[in-house]
């Protein structure tokens, strides 16, 4: 149970990253955000990870432990003004389900996994909102975490390339450094493995003419830090203070006889791998200088949920519409498969009992005008191409589960279906995904004859004996006797309704 919230104007962020869950809470005052809270706890979630990918209970433990205790100070914020986001350990966990439940025992808040390039996208928001830089600078990004490297390049408010690499200071600690020994041999192993990560990007990064670039992450802090104790007063980074710094670390034996007064004790565990990681991909990209910046994903998620920046756009309205011109979608016929949708959607929604949040609507809507973005690979399966297109593309301002049921309700939008493969989701009820998916199918069928003239007010849809999986579809007995093809169409999909309990199809004509 929720308490009453002292105030509609106190945002929250979790970022529950593989080395470190954070929570920021700030309050928004007239166009400005101001910091409030701030809570760290070192997790090392990707410790946890195994070679299989699966998470420990121990980690899980750890992650939800802290999680009850954020719960504890987020009570009386507006549950809306909440945004908790999982970022690589999370991402690639096979077992990543089984923190999620045991999450939600001490944690009334859904937990958004996000993928490395919206990831990328965030930090890059976070980042050049909140630094003096031009609009017309080439603006490049990296933040190394616990499991993954973040790397984002774009010219004004939003990037043109984002980039998410599997390597991170937690398992690269694990990877390399052995009994956290300090070596050259050990170190030039992460090093070029952190250069083999990026490779096929290192001649694209070159060429895009880098004004200026910034460094997010503990890591990069670290850096930052250590120069100013050895007396670098800007801190900024180039290629002969990291060649010095480095040679000044591997001078020690092991992780713990690390000495600069700013590098924590936690910090030193983590902080040769991260080194590495950054020393390799420096030297790939042949960077001249970096500046650390404090902000990255937290605030370009504050962003974007407080809407404080005036370039903000509804980013996934701009994905969608960039994917249907990307894959020459049929717009005039995907806006009517939308209008059908949209014309059925709210009968249903005025009879039913189940609640459908605007999210869902949207990804309904998303759906019918993407259901044919694998059209031009063919026809025969197209709902498999589109599904493996939607699931496998860049999608920002998606996180991972609004674009799979995105790609899952399109992957399922004709021929016959079973229920039992429609895929969990911690995010959304499998009574909310049915109604979307039974409107979405009836959308499409009637629209296959693909009219210019076709009236959808011409349908009504009902409910029947008070089932939501129950559907009553009624028909204007002229159109009926003018659309025969239609109402083939309608007959054989009632049976594929019938193979799958608690669903049914019924169809009326009516004058």
């Known amino acids: 149970m929720h308490s009453k919230p002292n105030s509609d104007n106190e945002y929250a962020i979790v970022d529950l990253g593989s080395n ?213 007063t800007d801190g900024i980074i180039t290629p002969q203070r990291l060649d010095d710094l480095v040679s000044y670390i591997l001078e020690f034996e092991c992780f713990e006889d690390i000495d600069y007064p700013s590098l924590s004790k936690e910090r030193k565990h983590v902080f040769v791998s991260g080194l590495a990681i950054f ?6 990209f042949d960077i001249k200088e970096l500046h650390y910046t404090q902000s990255a994903l937290r605030e370009g998620l504050l962003l974007e949920m407080t809407r404080i920046n005036d370039n903000y756009q509804d980013i996934r309205q701009k994905t969608i519409h960039d994917l249907s011109v990307q894959y020459d979608i049929d717009k005039v016929h995907a806006d009517r498969v939308v209008e059908t949708a949209h014309h059925l959607f709210k009968q249903w929604q005025q009879l039913s009992i189940i609640k459908i949040d605007p999210i869902l609507q949207s990804i309904l809507y998303w759906s019918a005008s993407l259901h044919e973005i694998g059209l031009g690979i063919n026809f025969s399966n197209i709902h498999k191409h589109s599904a493996y297109i939607l699931q496998n593309s860049n999608m920002p301002g998606f996180n991972e589960e609004q674009q799979f049921l995105l790609s899952t309700l399109v992957k399922y939008h004709r021929k016959s279906l079973k229920l039992e493969n429609i895929p969990y989701f911690s995010l959304f009820e499998t009574k909310q995904i049915y109604p979307l998916l039974q409107i979405l199918r009836l959308a499409i069928l009637i629209n296959n004859q693909r009219s210019e003239t076709l009236d959808p007010s011409v349908f009504k849809l009902a409910i029947s004996n008070n089932e939501p999986n129950h559907i009553e579809l009624t028909i204007e007995r002229e159109f009926a006797k003018q659309n025969q093809l239609i109402l083939l169409d309608l007959e054989q999909e009632q049976q594929y309704w019938q193979q799958n309990k608690p669903w049914r199809l019924a169809i009326k004509i009516t004058d």
């Open 20 to 232: 470190s869950f954070h929570m920021i809470i700030v309050k928004k005052i007239n166009d400005s955000l101001q910091v409030i809270y701030k809570n760290k706890q070192n997790i090392h979630l990707a410790t946890g990870l195994n070679s299989q990918f699966y998470l420990s209970k121990s980690s899980i433990n750890r992650g939800v432990k802290c999680l009850a205790m954020f719960a504890e100070r987020l009570s009386n914020i507006a549950p809306q003004n909440i945004k908790v986001v999982g970022t690589y350990s999370l991402r690639v966990a096979k077992n990543k389900h089984e923190f999620l439940l045991e999450a939600a025992k001490v944690f009334p808040y859904p937990i958004e996994i996000i993928s490395g390039q919206e990831e990328a996208r965030l930090i890059y928001i976070g980042a050049v909102n909140n630094e003096s830089v031009s609009k017309s600078d080439i603006k490049f990004i990296i933040d190394i975490g616990g499991g993954s490297t973040e790397i984002a390049i774009g010219q004004g408010a939003n990037p043109t390339l984002v980039e998410s690499r599997p390597m991170g200071c937690v398992t690269y600690t694990k990877q390399f450094f052995h009994d956290e020994k300090i070596t050259p041999q050990a170190f030039e192993k992460a090093r070029l493995s952190a250069e083999q990560q990026v490779e096929k990007i290192i001649n694209i990064v070159k060429s895009k003419n880098i004004s200026i670039a910034f460094g997010a992450s503990g890591t990069i802090k670290s850096i930052h830090n250590i120069l100013l104790d050895i007396g670098v």
């Open 279 to 284: 020393y390799g991909v420096f030297k790939a």
